[in-house]
């Protein structure tokens, strides 16, 4: 186990928004997150990204309390992608991603050729070589949000979070970007919107109000039932003739 929480809540003005989350996430694997909007997932991730601090329960990274450990450290190990992610907008898109190297840079390490090639293979895992010199100002949503996992991916995390990462991707991108992340050597959580694409994580969570209902295989965890009770839609599966793989359709419950 590389990351857990215990009891973990986060409450405001009283109100509970995330609530009682027991979760132990295992090395390697690609956990998906899925929930209706307003259902507490991008809370839990920023609690689990350290950036906001629960108000009951803890996170622990390889056993050490988050809430204890320095920031640069933390940085080393996790790299969040936030939803709404921004940057300033007179930066390159190198800039950008150099940020991602942030947390290794010391006086007595400053910036070498290693750190060069992190950064240009992190262009090139998301398909943004060439648009080194780009003013981030220039580029469309789904470049932005490509420029943003660049930099988290040449932060050299062992944990990655990643908060819609295919939001603003057009679908080849999407593939792509999801297929990277599963083949990485981290930890990964996915707050994911697309039901068939937490098909593909190794686990899923289901958050509901705020509560974790539900964890574990997708194919265990994504059924009929849960997605009527969870979401309000009626799903129909359905098999791919290519390769016999399933799918969901979804229509309203009534
Ligand atoms: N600072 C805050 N003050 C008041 N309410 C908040 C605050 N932050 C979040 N909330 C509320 O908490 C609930 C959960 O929000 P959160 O952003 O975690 O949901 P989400 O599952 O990520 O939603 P979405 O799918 O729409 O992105 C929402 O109802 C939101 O309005």
Redesign the pocket.
């Known amino acids: 186990m590389i990351l857990e929480a215990h009891n973990l809540g986060w409450s405001?003005?009283g109100?509970p928004?995330?609530a009682g989350v027991d979760l132990v996430v295992n090395e390697d694997e690609t956990l998906g997150l899925v929930?209706?909007?307003?259902?507490?997932?991008?809370?839990?991730m920023k609690l689990l990204a350290g950036i906001r601090r629960p108000t009951s329960g803890d996170v622990r990274v390889k056993g050490e309390a988050l809430r204890a450990m320095p920031r640069p450290a933390v940085a080393q190990l996790i790299a969040f992608l936030e939803?709404q992610a921004e940057t300033t907008e007179a930066i390159t898109v190198k800039d950008a991603v150099d940020l991602g190297r942030t947390p290794w840079l010391t006086p007595l390490q400053p910036w070498s050729p290693k750190d060069d090639l992190i950064v240009a293979q992190a262009l090139a895992d998301t398909d943004m070589e060439g648009f080194e010199r780009r003013s981030w100002a220039t580029l469309s949503g789904g470049e932005r949000q490509r420029v943003h996992l660049a930099r988290a991916l040449a932060q050299q995390p062992q944990i990655l979070l990643l908060?819609?990462p295919t939001n603003h991707l057009d679908v080849q991108h999407q593939l792509s970007i999801l297929d990277l992340v599963a083949k990485l050597p981290v930890t990964s959580v996915v707050?994911l919107?697309d039901l068939n694409q937490a098909l593909s994580c190794d686990r899923v969570g289901v958050?509901s109000g705020?509560r974790l209902v539900a964890l574990g295989p997708p194919h265990e965890v994504l059924t009929v039932e849960r997605i009527g009770a969870v979401f309000g839609v009626r799903a129909s599966i359905l098999t791919d003739p290519a390769d016999g793989t399933h799918m969901f359709r979804f229509h309203p419950a009534s």
């Open positions: 405001v003005r109100k928004i995330v929930g209706p909007n307003g259902s507490g997932k991008s809370t839990l939803q908060d819609e707050a919107h958050l705020g």
